[in-house]
């Protein structure tokens, strides 16, 4: 629903969507008022999300919508040493705030590529999923100074919204790249392309932006060091056709009064 309330809610008993969870920060929309039942597709897109993170990273940190574009517009001349640098991933610091069932997917993804020491911060440390990496729980501010790159793959709450701000943004290192594929509300668009901009970091990649879809005039899209996806980390075939099947129960199981098999508790 992405914290919408169904459309004529007041005349419907059942509300199926497409969707991992709950996606609002403010106060809660007025389906549990209404009575009206809030069915969810949980746990089926983690992998899905986990290496579209994976290849936004790769694609912002190694500059390949810009080098591709150099393909095209024939700046792809003689070879130069420089030319078309980016980071690499071997023997970095990548920090993940959130390290729920996407956080600990991209960790996992990521650490073959050679990563020397994975931080994480959250609510609250979690030592049994944290041990399969050795990350190290710290704070925000800490994880923004120490890491190489940023992945946020947390969900959406009061504390995290608007939480990858100014004065995170200005505790980075120059040379890193942030990746968000949670919820666009999380970072403040305004200092994230000051940050951009500026050099004050070096990349980032987004699959989520506010508003959705983000409208073709905004500043980050001018940005070469910028690479923005219309939320796809959930479009693979198989993910796709899973959820449409989770939610399709979902309805069976309200229309014949039944307990959904996935119904959000509000």
């Given at each position: 629903?992405?914290?919408?309330?169904?459309?004529?809610?007041e005349?419907?008993?059942?509300?199926?969507g497409?969707?991992?969870g709950?996606?609002?920060?403010?106060?809660?929309?007025?389906?549990?008022?209404?009575?009206?039942?809030?069915?969810?597709?949980?746990?089926?897109?983690?992998?899905?999300?986990a290496?579209?993170?994976?290849?936004?990273?790769?694609?912002?940190?190694?500059?390949l919508?810009?080098?591709?574009?150099?393909?095209?517009?024939?700046?792809?001349?003689?070879?130069?040493?420089?030319?078309?640098?980016?980071?690499?991933?071997?023997?970095?610091?990548?920090?993940?705030?959130?390290?729920g069932?996407?956080?600990?997917?991209?960790?996992?993804?990521?650490?073959?590529?050679g990563?020397r020491?994975?931080l994480?911060?959250?609510?609250?440390?979690?030592?049994?999923?944290?041990?399969?990496?050795?990350?190290?729980?710290?704070?925000?501010?800490?994880?923004?100074?120490?890491?190489?790159?940023?992945?946020?793959?947390?969900?959406?709450t009061?504390?995290?919204?608007?939480?990858?701000?100014?004065?995170?943004?200005?505790?980075?290192?120059k040379?890193?790249?942030f990746v968000?594929?949670s919820?666009?509300?999380?970072?403040?668009?305004?200092?994230?392309?000051?940050?951009?901009?500026?050099?004050?970091?070096?990349?980032?990649?987004?699959?989520?932006?506010?508003?959705e879809?983000?409208?073709?005039?905004?500043?980050?899209?001018a940005?070469?060091?910028?690479?923005?996806?219309?939320?796809i980390?959930?479009?693979?075939?198989?993910?796709?056709?899973?959820?449409?099947?989770?939610?399709?129960?979902?309805?069976?199981?309200?229309?014949?009064?039944e307990?959904?098999?996935?119904?959000?508790?509000?």
């Amino acid at each position: 629903m992405r914290g919408r309330v169904c459309r004529g809610a007041e005349s419907t008993a059942m509300c199926p969507g497409l969707a991992p969870g709950r996606a609002w920060s403010g106060p809660e929309p007025a389906v549990p008022r209404s009575g009206i039942r809030v069915g969810y597709t949980p746990d089926v897109l983690t992998d899905a999300t986990a290496e579209l993170t994976v290849a936004l990273l790769l694609s912002a940190c190694r500059r390949l919508p810009e080098a591709a574009e150099q393909v095209r517009s024939g700046g792809w001349t003689t070879w130069k040493p420089l030319w078309m640098c980016g980071h690499g991933l071997s023997d970095s610091t990548v920090g993940i705030i959130g390290l729920g069932r996407i956080g600990q997917a991209v960790a996992r993804r990521l650490k073959p590529f050679g990563v020397r020491k994975f931080l994480y911060t959250g609510s609250g440390p979690k030592p049994e999923s944290a041990a399969e990496f050795g990350a190290e729980f710290v704070p925000l501010t800490r994880l923004a100074k120490e890491s190489d790159f940023v992945v946020v793959t947390c969900a959406l709450t009061p504390a995290t919204q608007g939480m990858c701000n100014k004065d995170f943004f200005g505790r980075m290192k120059k040379t890193s790249v942030f990746v968000n594929t949670s919820r666009g509300s999380v970072v403040n668009q305004e200092d994230l392309y000051d940050a951009l901009a500026s050099g004050q970091i070096a990349a980032a990649g987004l699959d989520v932006t506010t508003p959705e879809p983000l409208p073709t005039d905004h500043p980050l899209l001018a940005l070469k060091n910028c690479v923005i996806l219309p939320h796809i980390g959930s479009a693979t075939y198989a993910t796709r056709s899973t959820m449409a099947v989770l939610a399709a129960n979902n309805l069976l199981a309200g229309l014949r009064g039944e307990p959904m098999p996935h119904e959000l508790k509000l």
